[in-house]
């Protein structure tokens, strides 16, 4: 195991990482912008280096500063957290050329996953279940329209560098494709710098789940089963969880077989190494693959919480090379877990609510934990997601997990910012949710004020 761990991120998922490095006898490196100087993740680490001002990408997005507060400390690793330079492969490229582990997959992997549209086609031939979609990049309107008569309308433009929804736009008849399709080259050159975009057919409201994925470098790899995240905004997680309620106490068993094979034949195809999640869309009754991400989630402790597998801890064995002891047979579910993350935003308008944690006292109790980039005193200032924590509630079942989250939301006590706890106590007093009747557009319709 390395000696000394640069954490390339901020708020809650630096201090997570950060802890559990130390846990193992790891030293830790804290890089900070201006505006993050007096935040727990900078006061718990080892050490600690100004790499900018708040801007992102003169800091936490800056490679030069990153790669130069390692060699100044003597890091030998580099954990990206998620986010920022999470998934940009030239990163864990750069970080290879500098001698230093990049605590993710192999650049090779990375480059193979990049092109949405590219790793449709991969999987596919695998024998992988994708939604019906084109073979590969459209390069013009033409190649679009023939596309989506054999896809079947409603079709969905998907920006081939995108992911996490960005630049997505669905058309239901040849008129409205033709301006989609300008539409979605144009943002997709916008937002990433490469016009490629490819369609999909749309599913109205499916649900999302996801599989988590964890392999060495050794060839063994497996999967952490799956989590759901159909409660979302805007293409903003807002509650996550596990299991799915689709699968949880046995049911659809041969369905959840499908997507855990589906999802280890995924990244097995890439040639994935260390924590990754794999998405599918399930409408229907059936599962699709539409990408994968190179990255631990943001929503990876309830994972950790109804599986007992330590993901951080893993990341960091694996990435020195150490062999995963975990068997595919030894992960089973225990219980259930629900994620809610807090925002510093106006609950019912949704504007972001930076501002002084005057009071900032949150609940503990039986199956309680808080992941919290913030302390009673500190400011979140408005230059990044405004996602200030994760209130994480277990349960042995998902019926005692909501009481517990309904609890501890209403005595969570936040005073100087405005939050979503609001938003969130809505949407555990809806039946549809209770009920388990989720999908990726239940704050449509659900939770209303
Ligand atoms: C879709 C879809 C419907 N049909 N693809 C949005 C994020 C990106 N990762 C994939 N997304 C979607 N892809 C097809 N063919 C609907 C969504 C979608 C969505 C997916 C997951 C979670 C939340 C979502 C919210 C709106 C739309």
Not at 28 to 48: G, H, I, M, Q
Not at 350 to 360: H, N, T
Not at 396 to 410: C, N, Y
Request: with cysteine; hydrophobic share 40%; glycine share 10%.
């Amino acid at each position: 195991m390395f000696q000394k761990l640069l954490i390339a991120n901020r708020g809650e998922i630096a201090r997570r990482i950060g802890a559990v490095a130390r846990g193992m006898g790891v030293k830790t490196v804290a890089v900070y912008s201006d505006a993050d100087v007096n935040l727990p993740f900078v006061k718990e680490a080892d050490e600690a280096v100004r790499i900018g001002p708040a801007p992102a990408k003169d800091s936490y997005l800056s490679i030069p500063a990153i790669l130069e507060a390692a060699k100044k400390t003597g890091a030998q690793a580099v954990h990206p957290g998620y986010g920022f330079l999470s998934e940009n492969g030239e990163f864990a490229q750069a970080c290879a050329d500098a001698g230093l582990v990049f605590v993710g997959p192999p650049p090779e992997a990375m480059a193979r996953m990049k092109d949405k549209s590219q790793a449709r086609k991969l999987v596919s031939a695998a024998g992988v279940p994708v939604v019906p979609g084109s073979d590969g990049v459209l390069p013009d309107v033409q190649s679009a329209l023939e596309a989506a008569e054999r896809i079947g309308y409603p079709v969905l433009c998907k920006a081939a560098s995108g992911g996490g929804g960005i630049g997505m736009a669905a058309a239901k008849d040849p008129a409205e494709l033709e301006k989609v399709y300008r539409q979605c080259t144009d943002r997709a050159k916008a937002a990433f710098g490469r016009e490629g975009v490819y369609l999909e057919r749309y599913f109205p409201a499916p649900r999302h789940i996801e599989v988590q994925i964890l392999g060495d470098t050794h060839g063994h790899l497996i999967h952490g089963l799956e989590r759901e995240c159909s409660i979302q905004r805007r293409h903003q997680k807002v509650v996550e969880e596990a299991p799915s309620v689709l699968f949880a106490n046995g049911r659809n068993a041969a369905l959840a077989d499908t997507l855990f094979t589906a999802a280890v034949t995924a990244a097995k195809t890439f040639g994935y190494a260390n924590a990754g999640t794999v998405e599918f869309l399930y409408s229907d009754g059936q599962v699709y693959f539409i990408e994968m991400n190179a990255r631990l989630q943001v929503e990876h402790p309830v994972t950790e919480l109804t599986t007992g597998l330590d993901l951080i801890g893993w990341q960091l064995r694996i990435a020195s090379g150490e062999r995963l002891t975990v068997k595919q047979e030894d992960v089973t579910r225990k219980g259930a877990a629900l994620e809610f993350r807090i925002y510093a935003e106006d609950p019912v308008k949704y504007f972001p609510s930076p501002g002084p944690l005057k009071v900032f006292q949150p609940p503990t109790g039986e199956g309680v934990r808080l992941d919290s980039g913030y302390a009673e005193g500190d400011v979140v200032t408005p230059n990044y997601d405004p996602m200030i924590a994760k209130l994480i509630i277990s349960g042995a079942t998902r019926d005692e997990a909501i009481a517990r989250a309904v609890k501890a939301l209403e005595s969570f006590r936040i005073e100087g910012i405005k939050t979503n706890i609001p938003l969130h106590l809505r949407i555990l007093k809806d039946p549809a949710f209770s009920a388990g009747e989720l999908d990726t557009h239940f704050l449509d319709s659900h939770a209303k004020p």
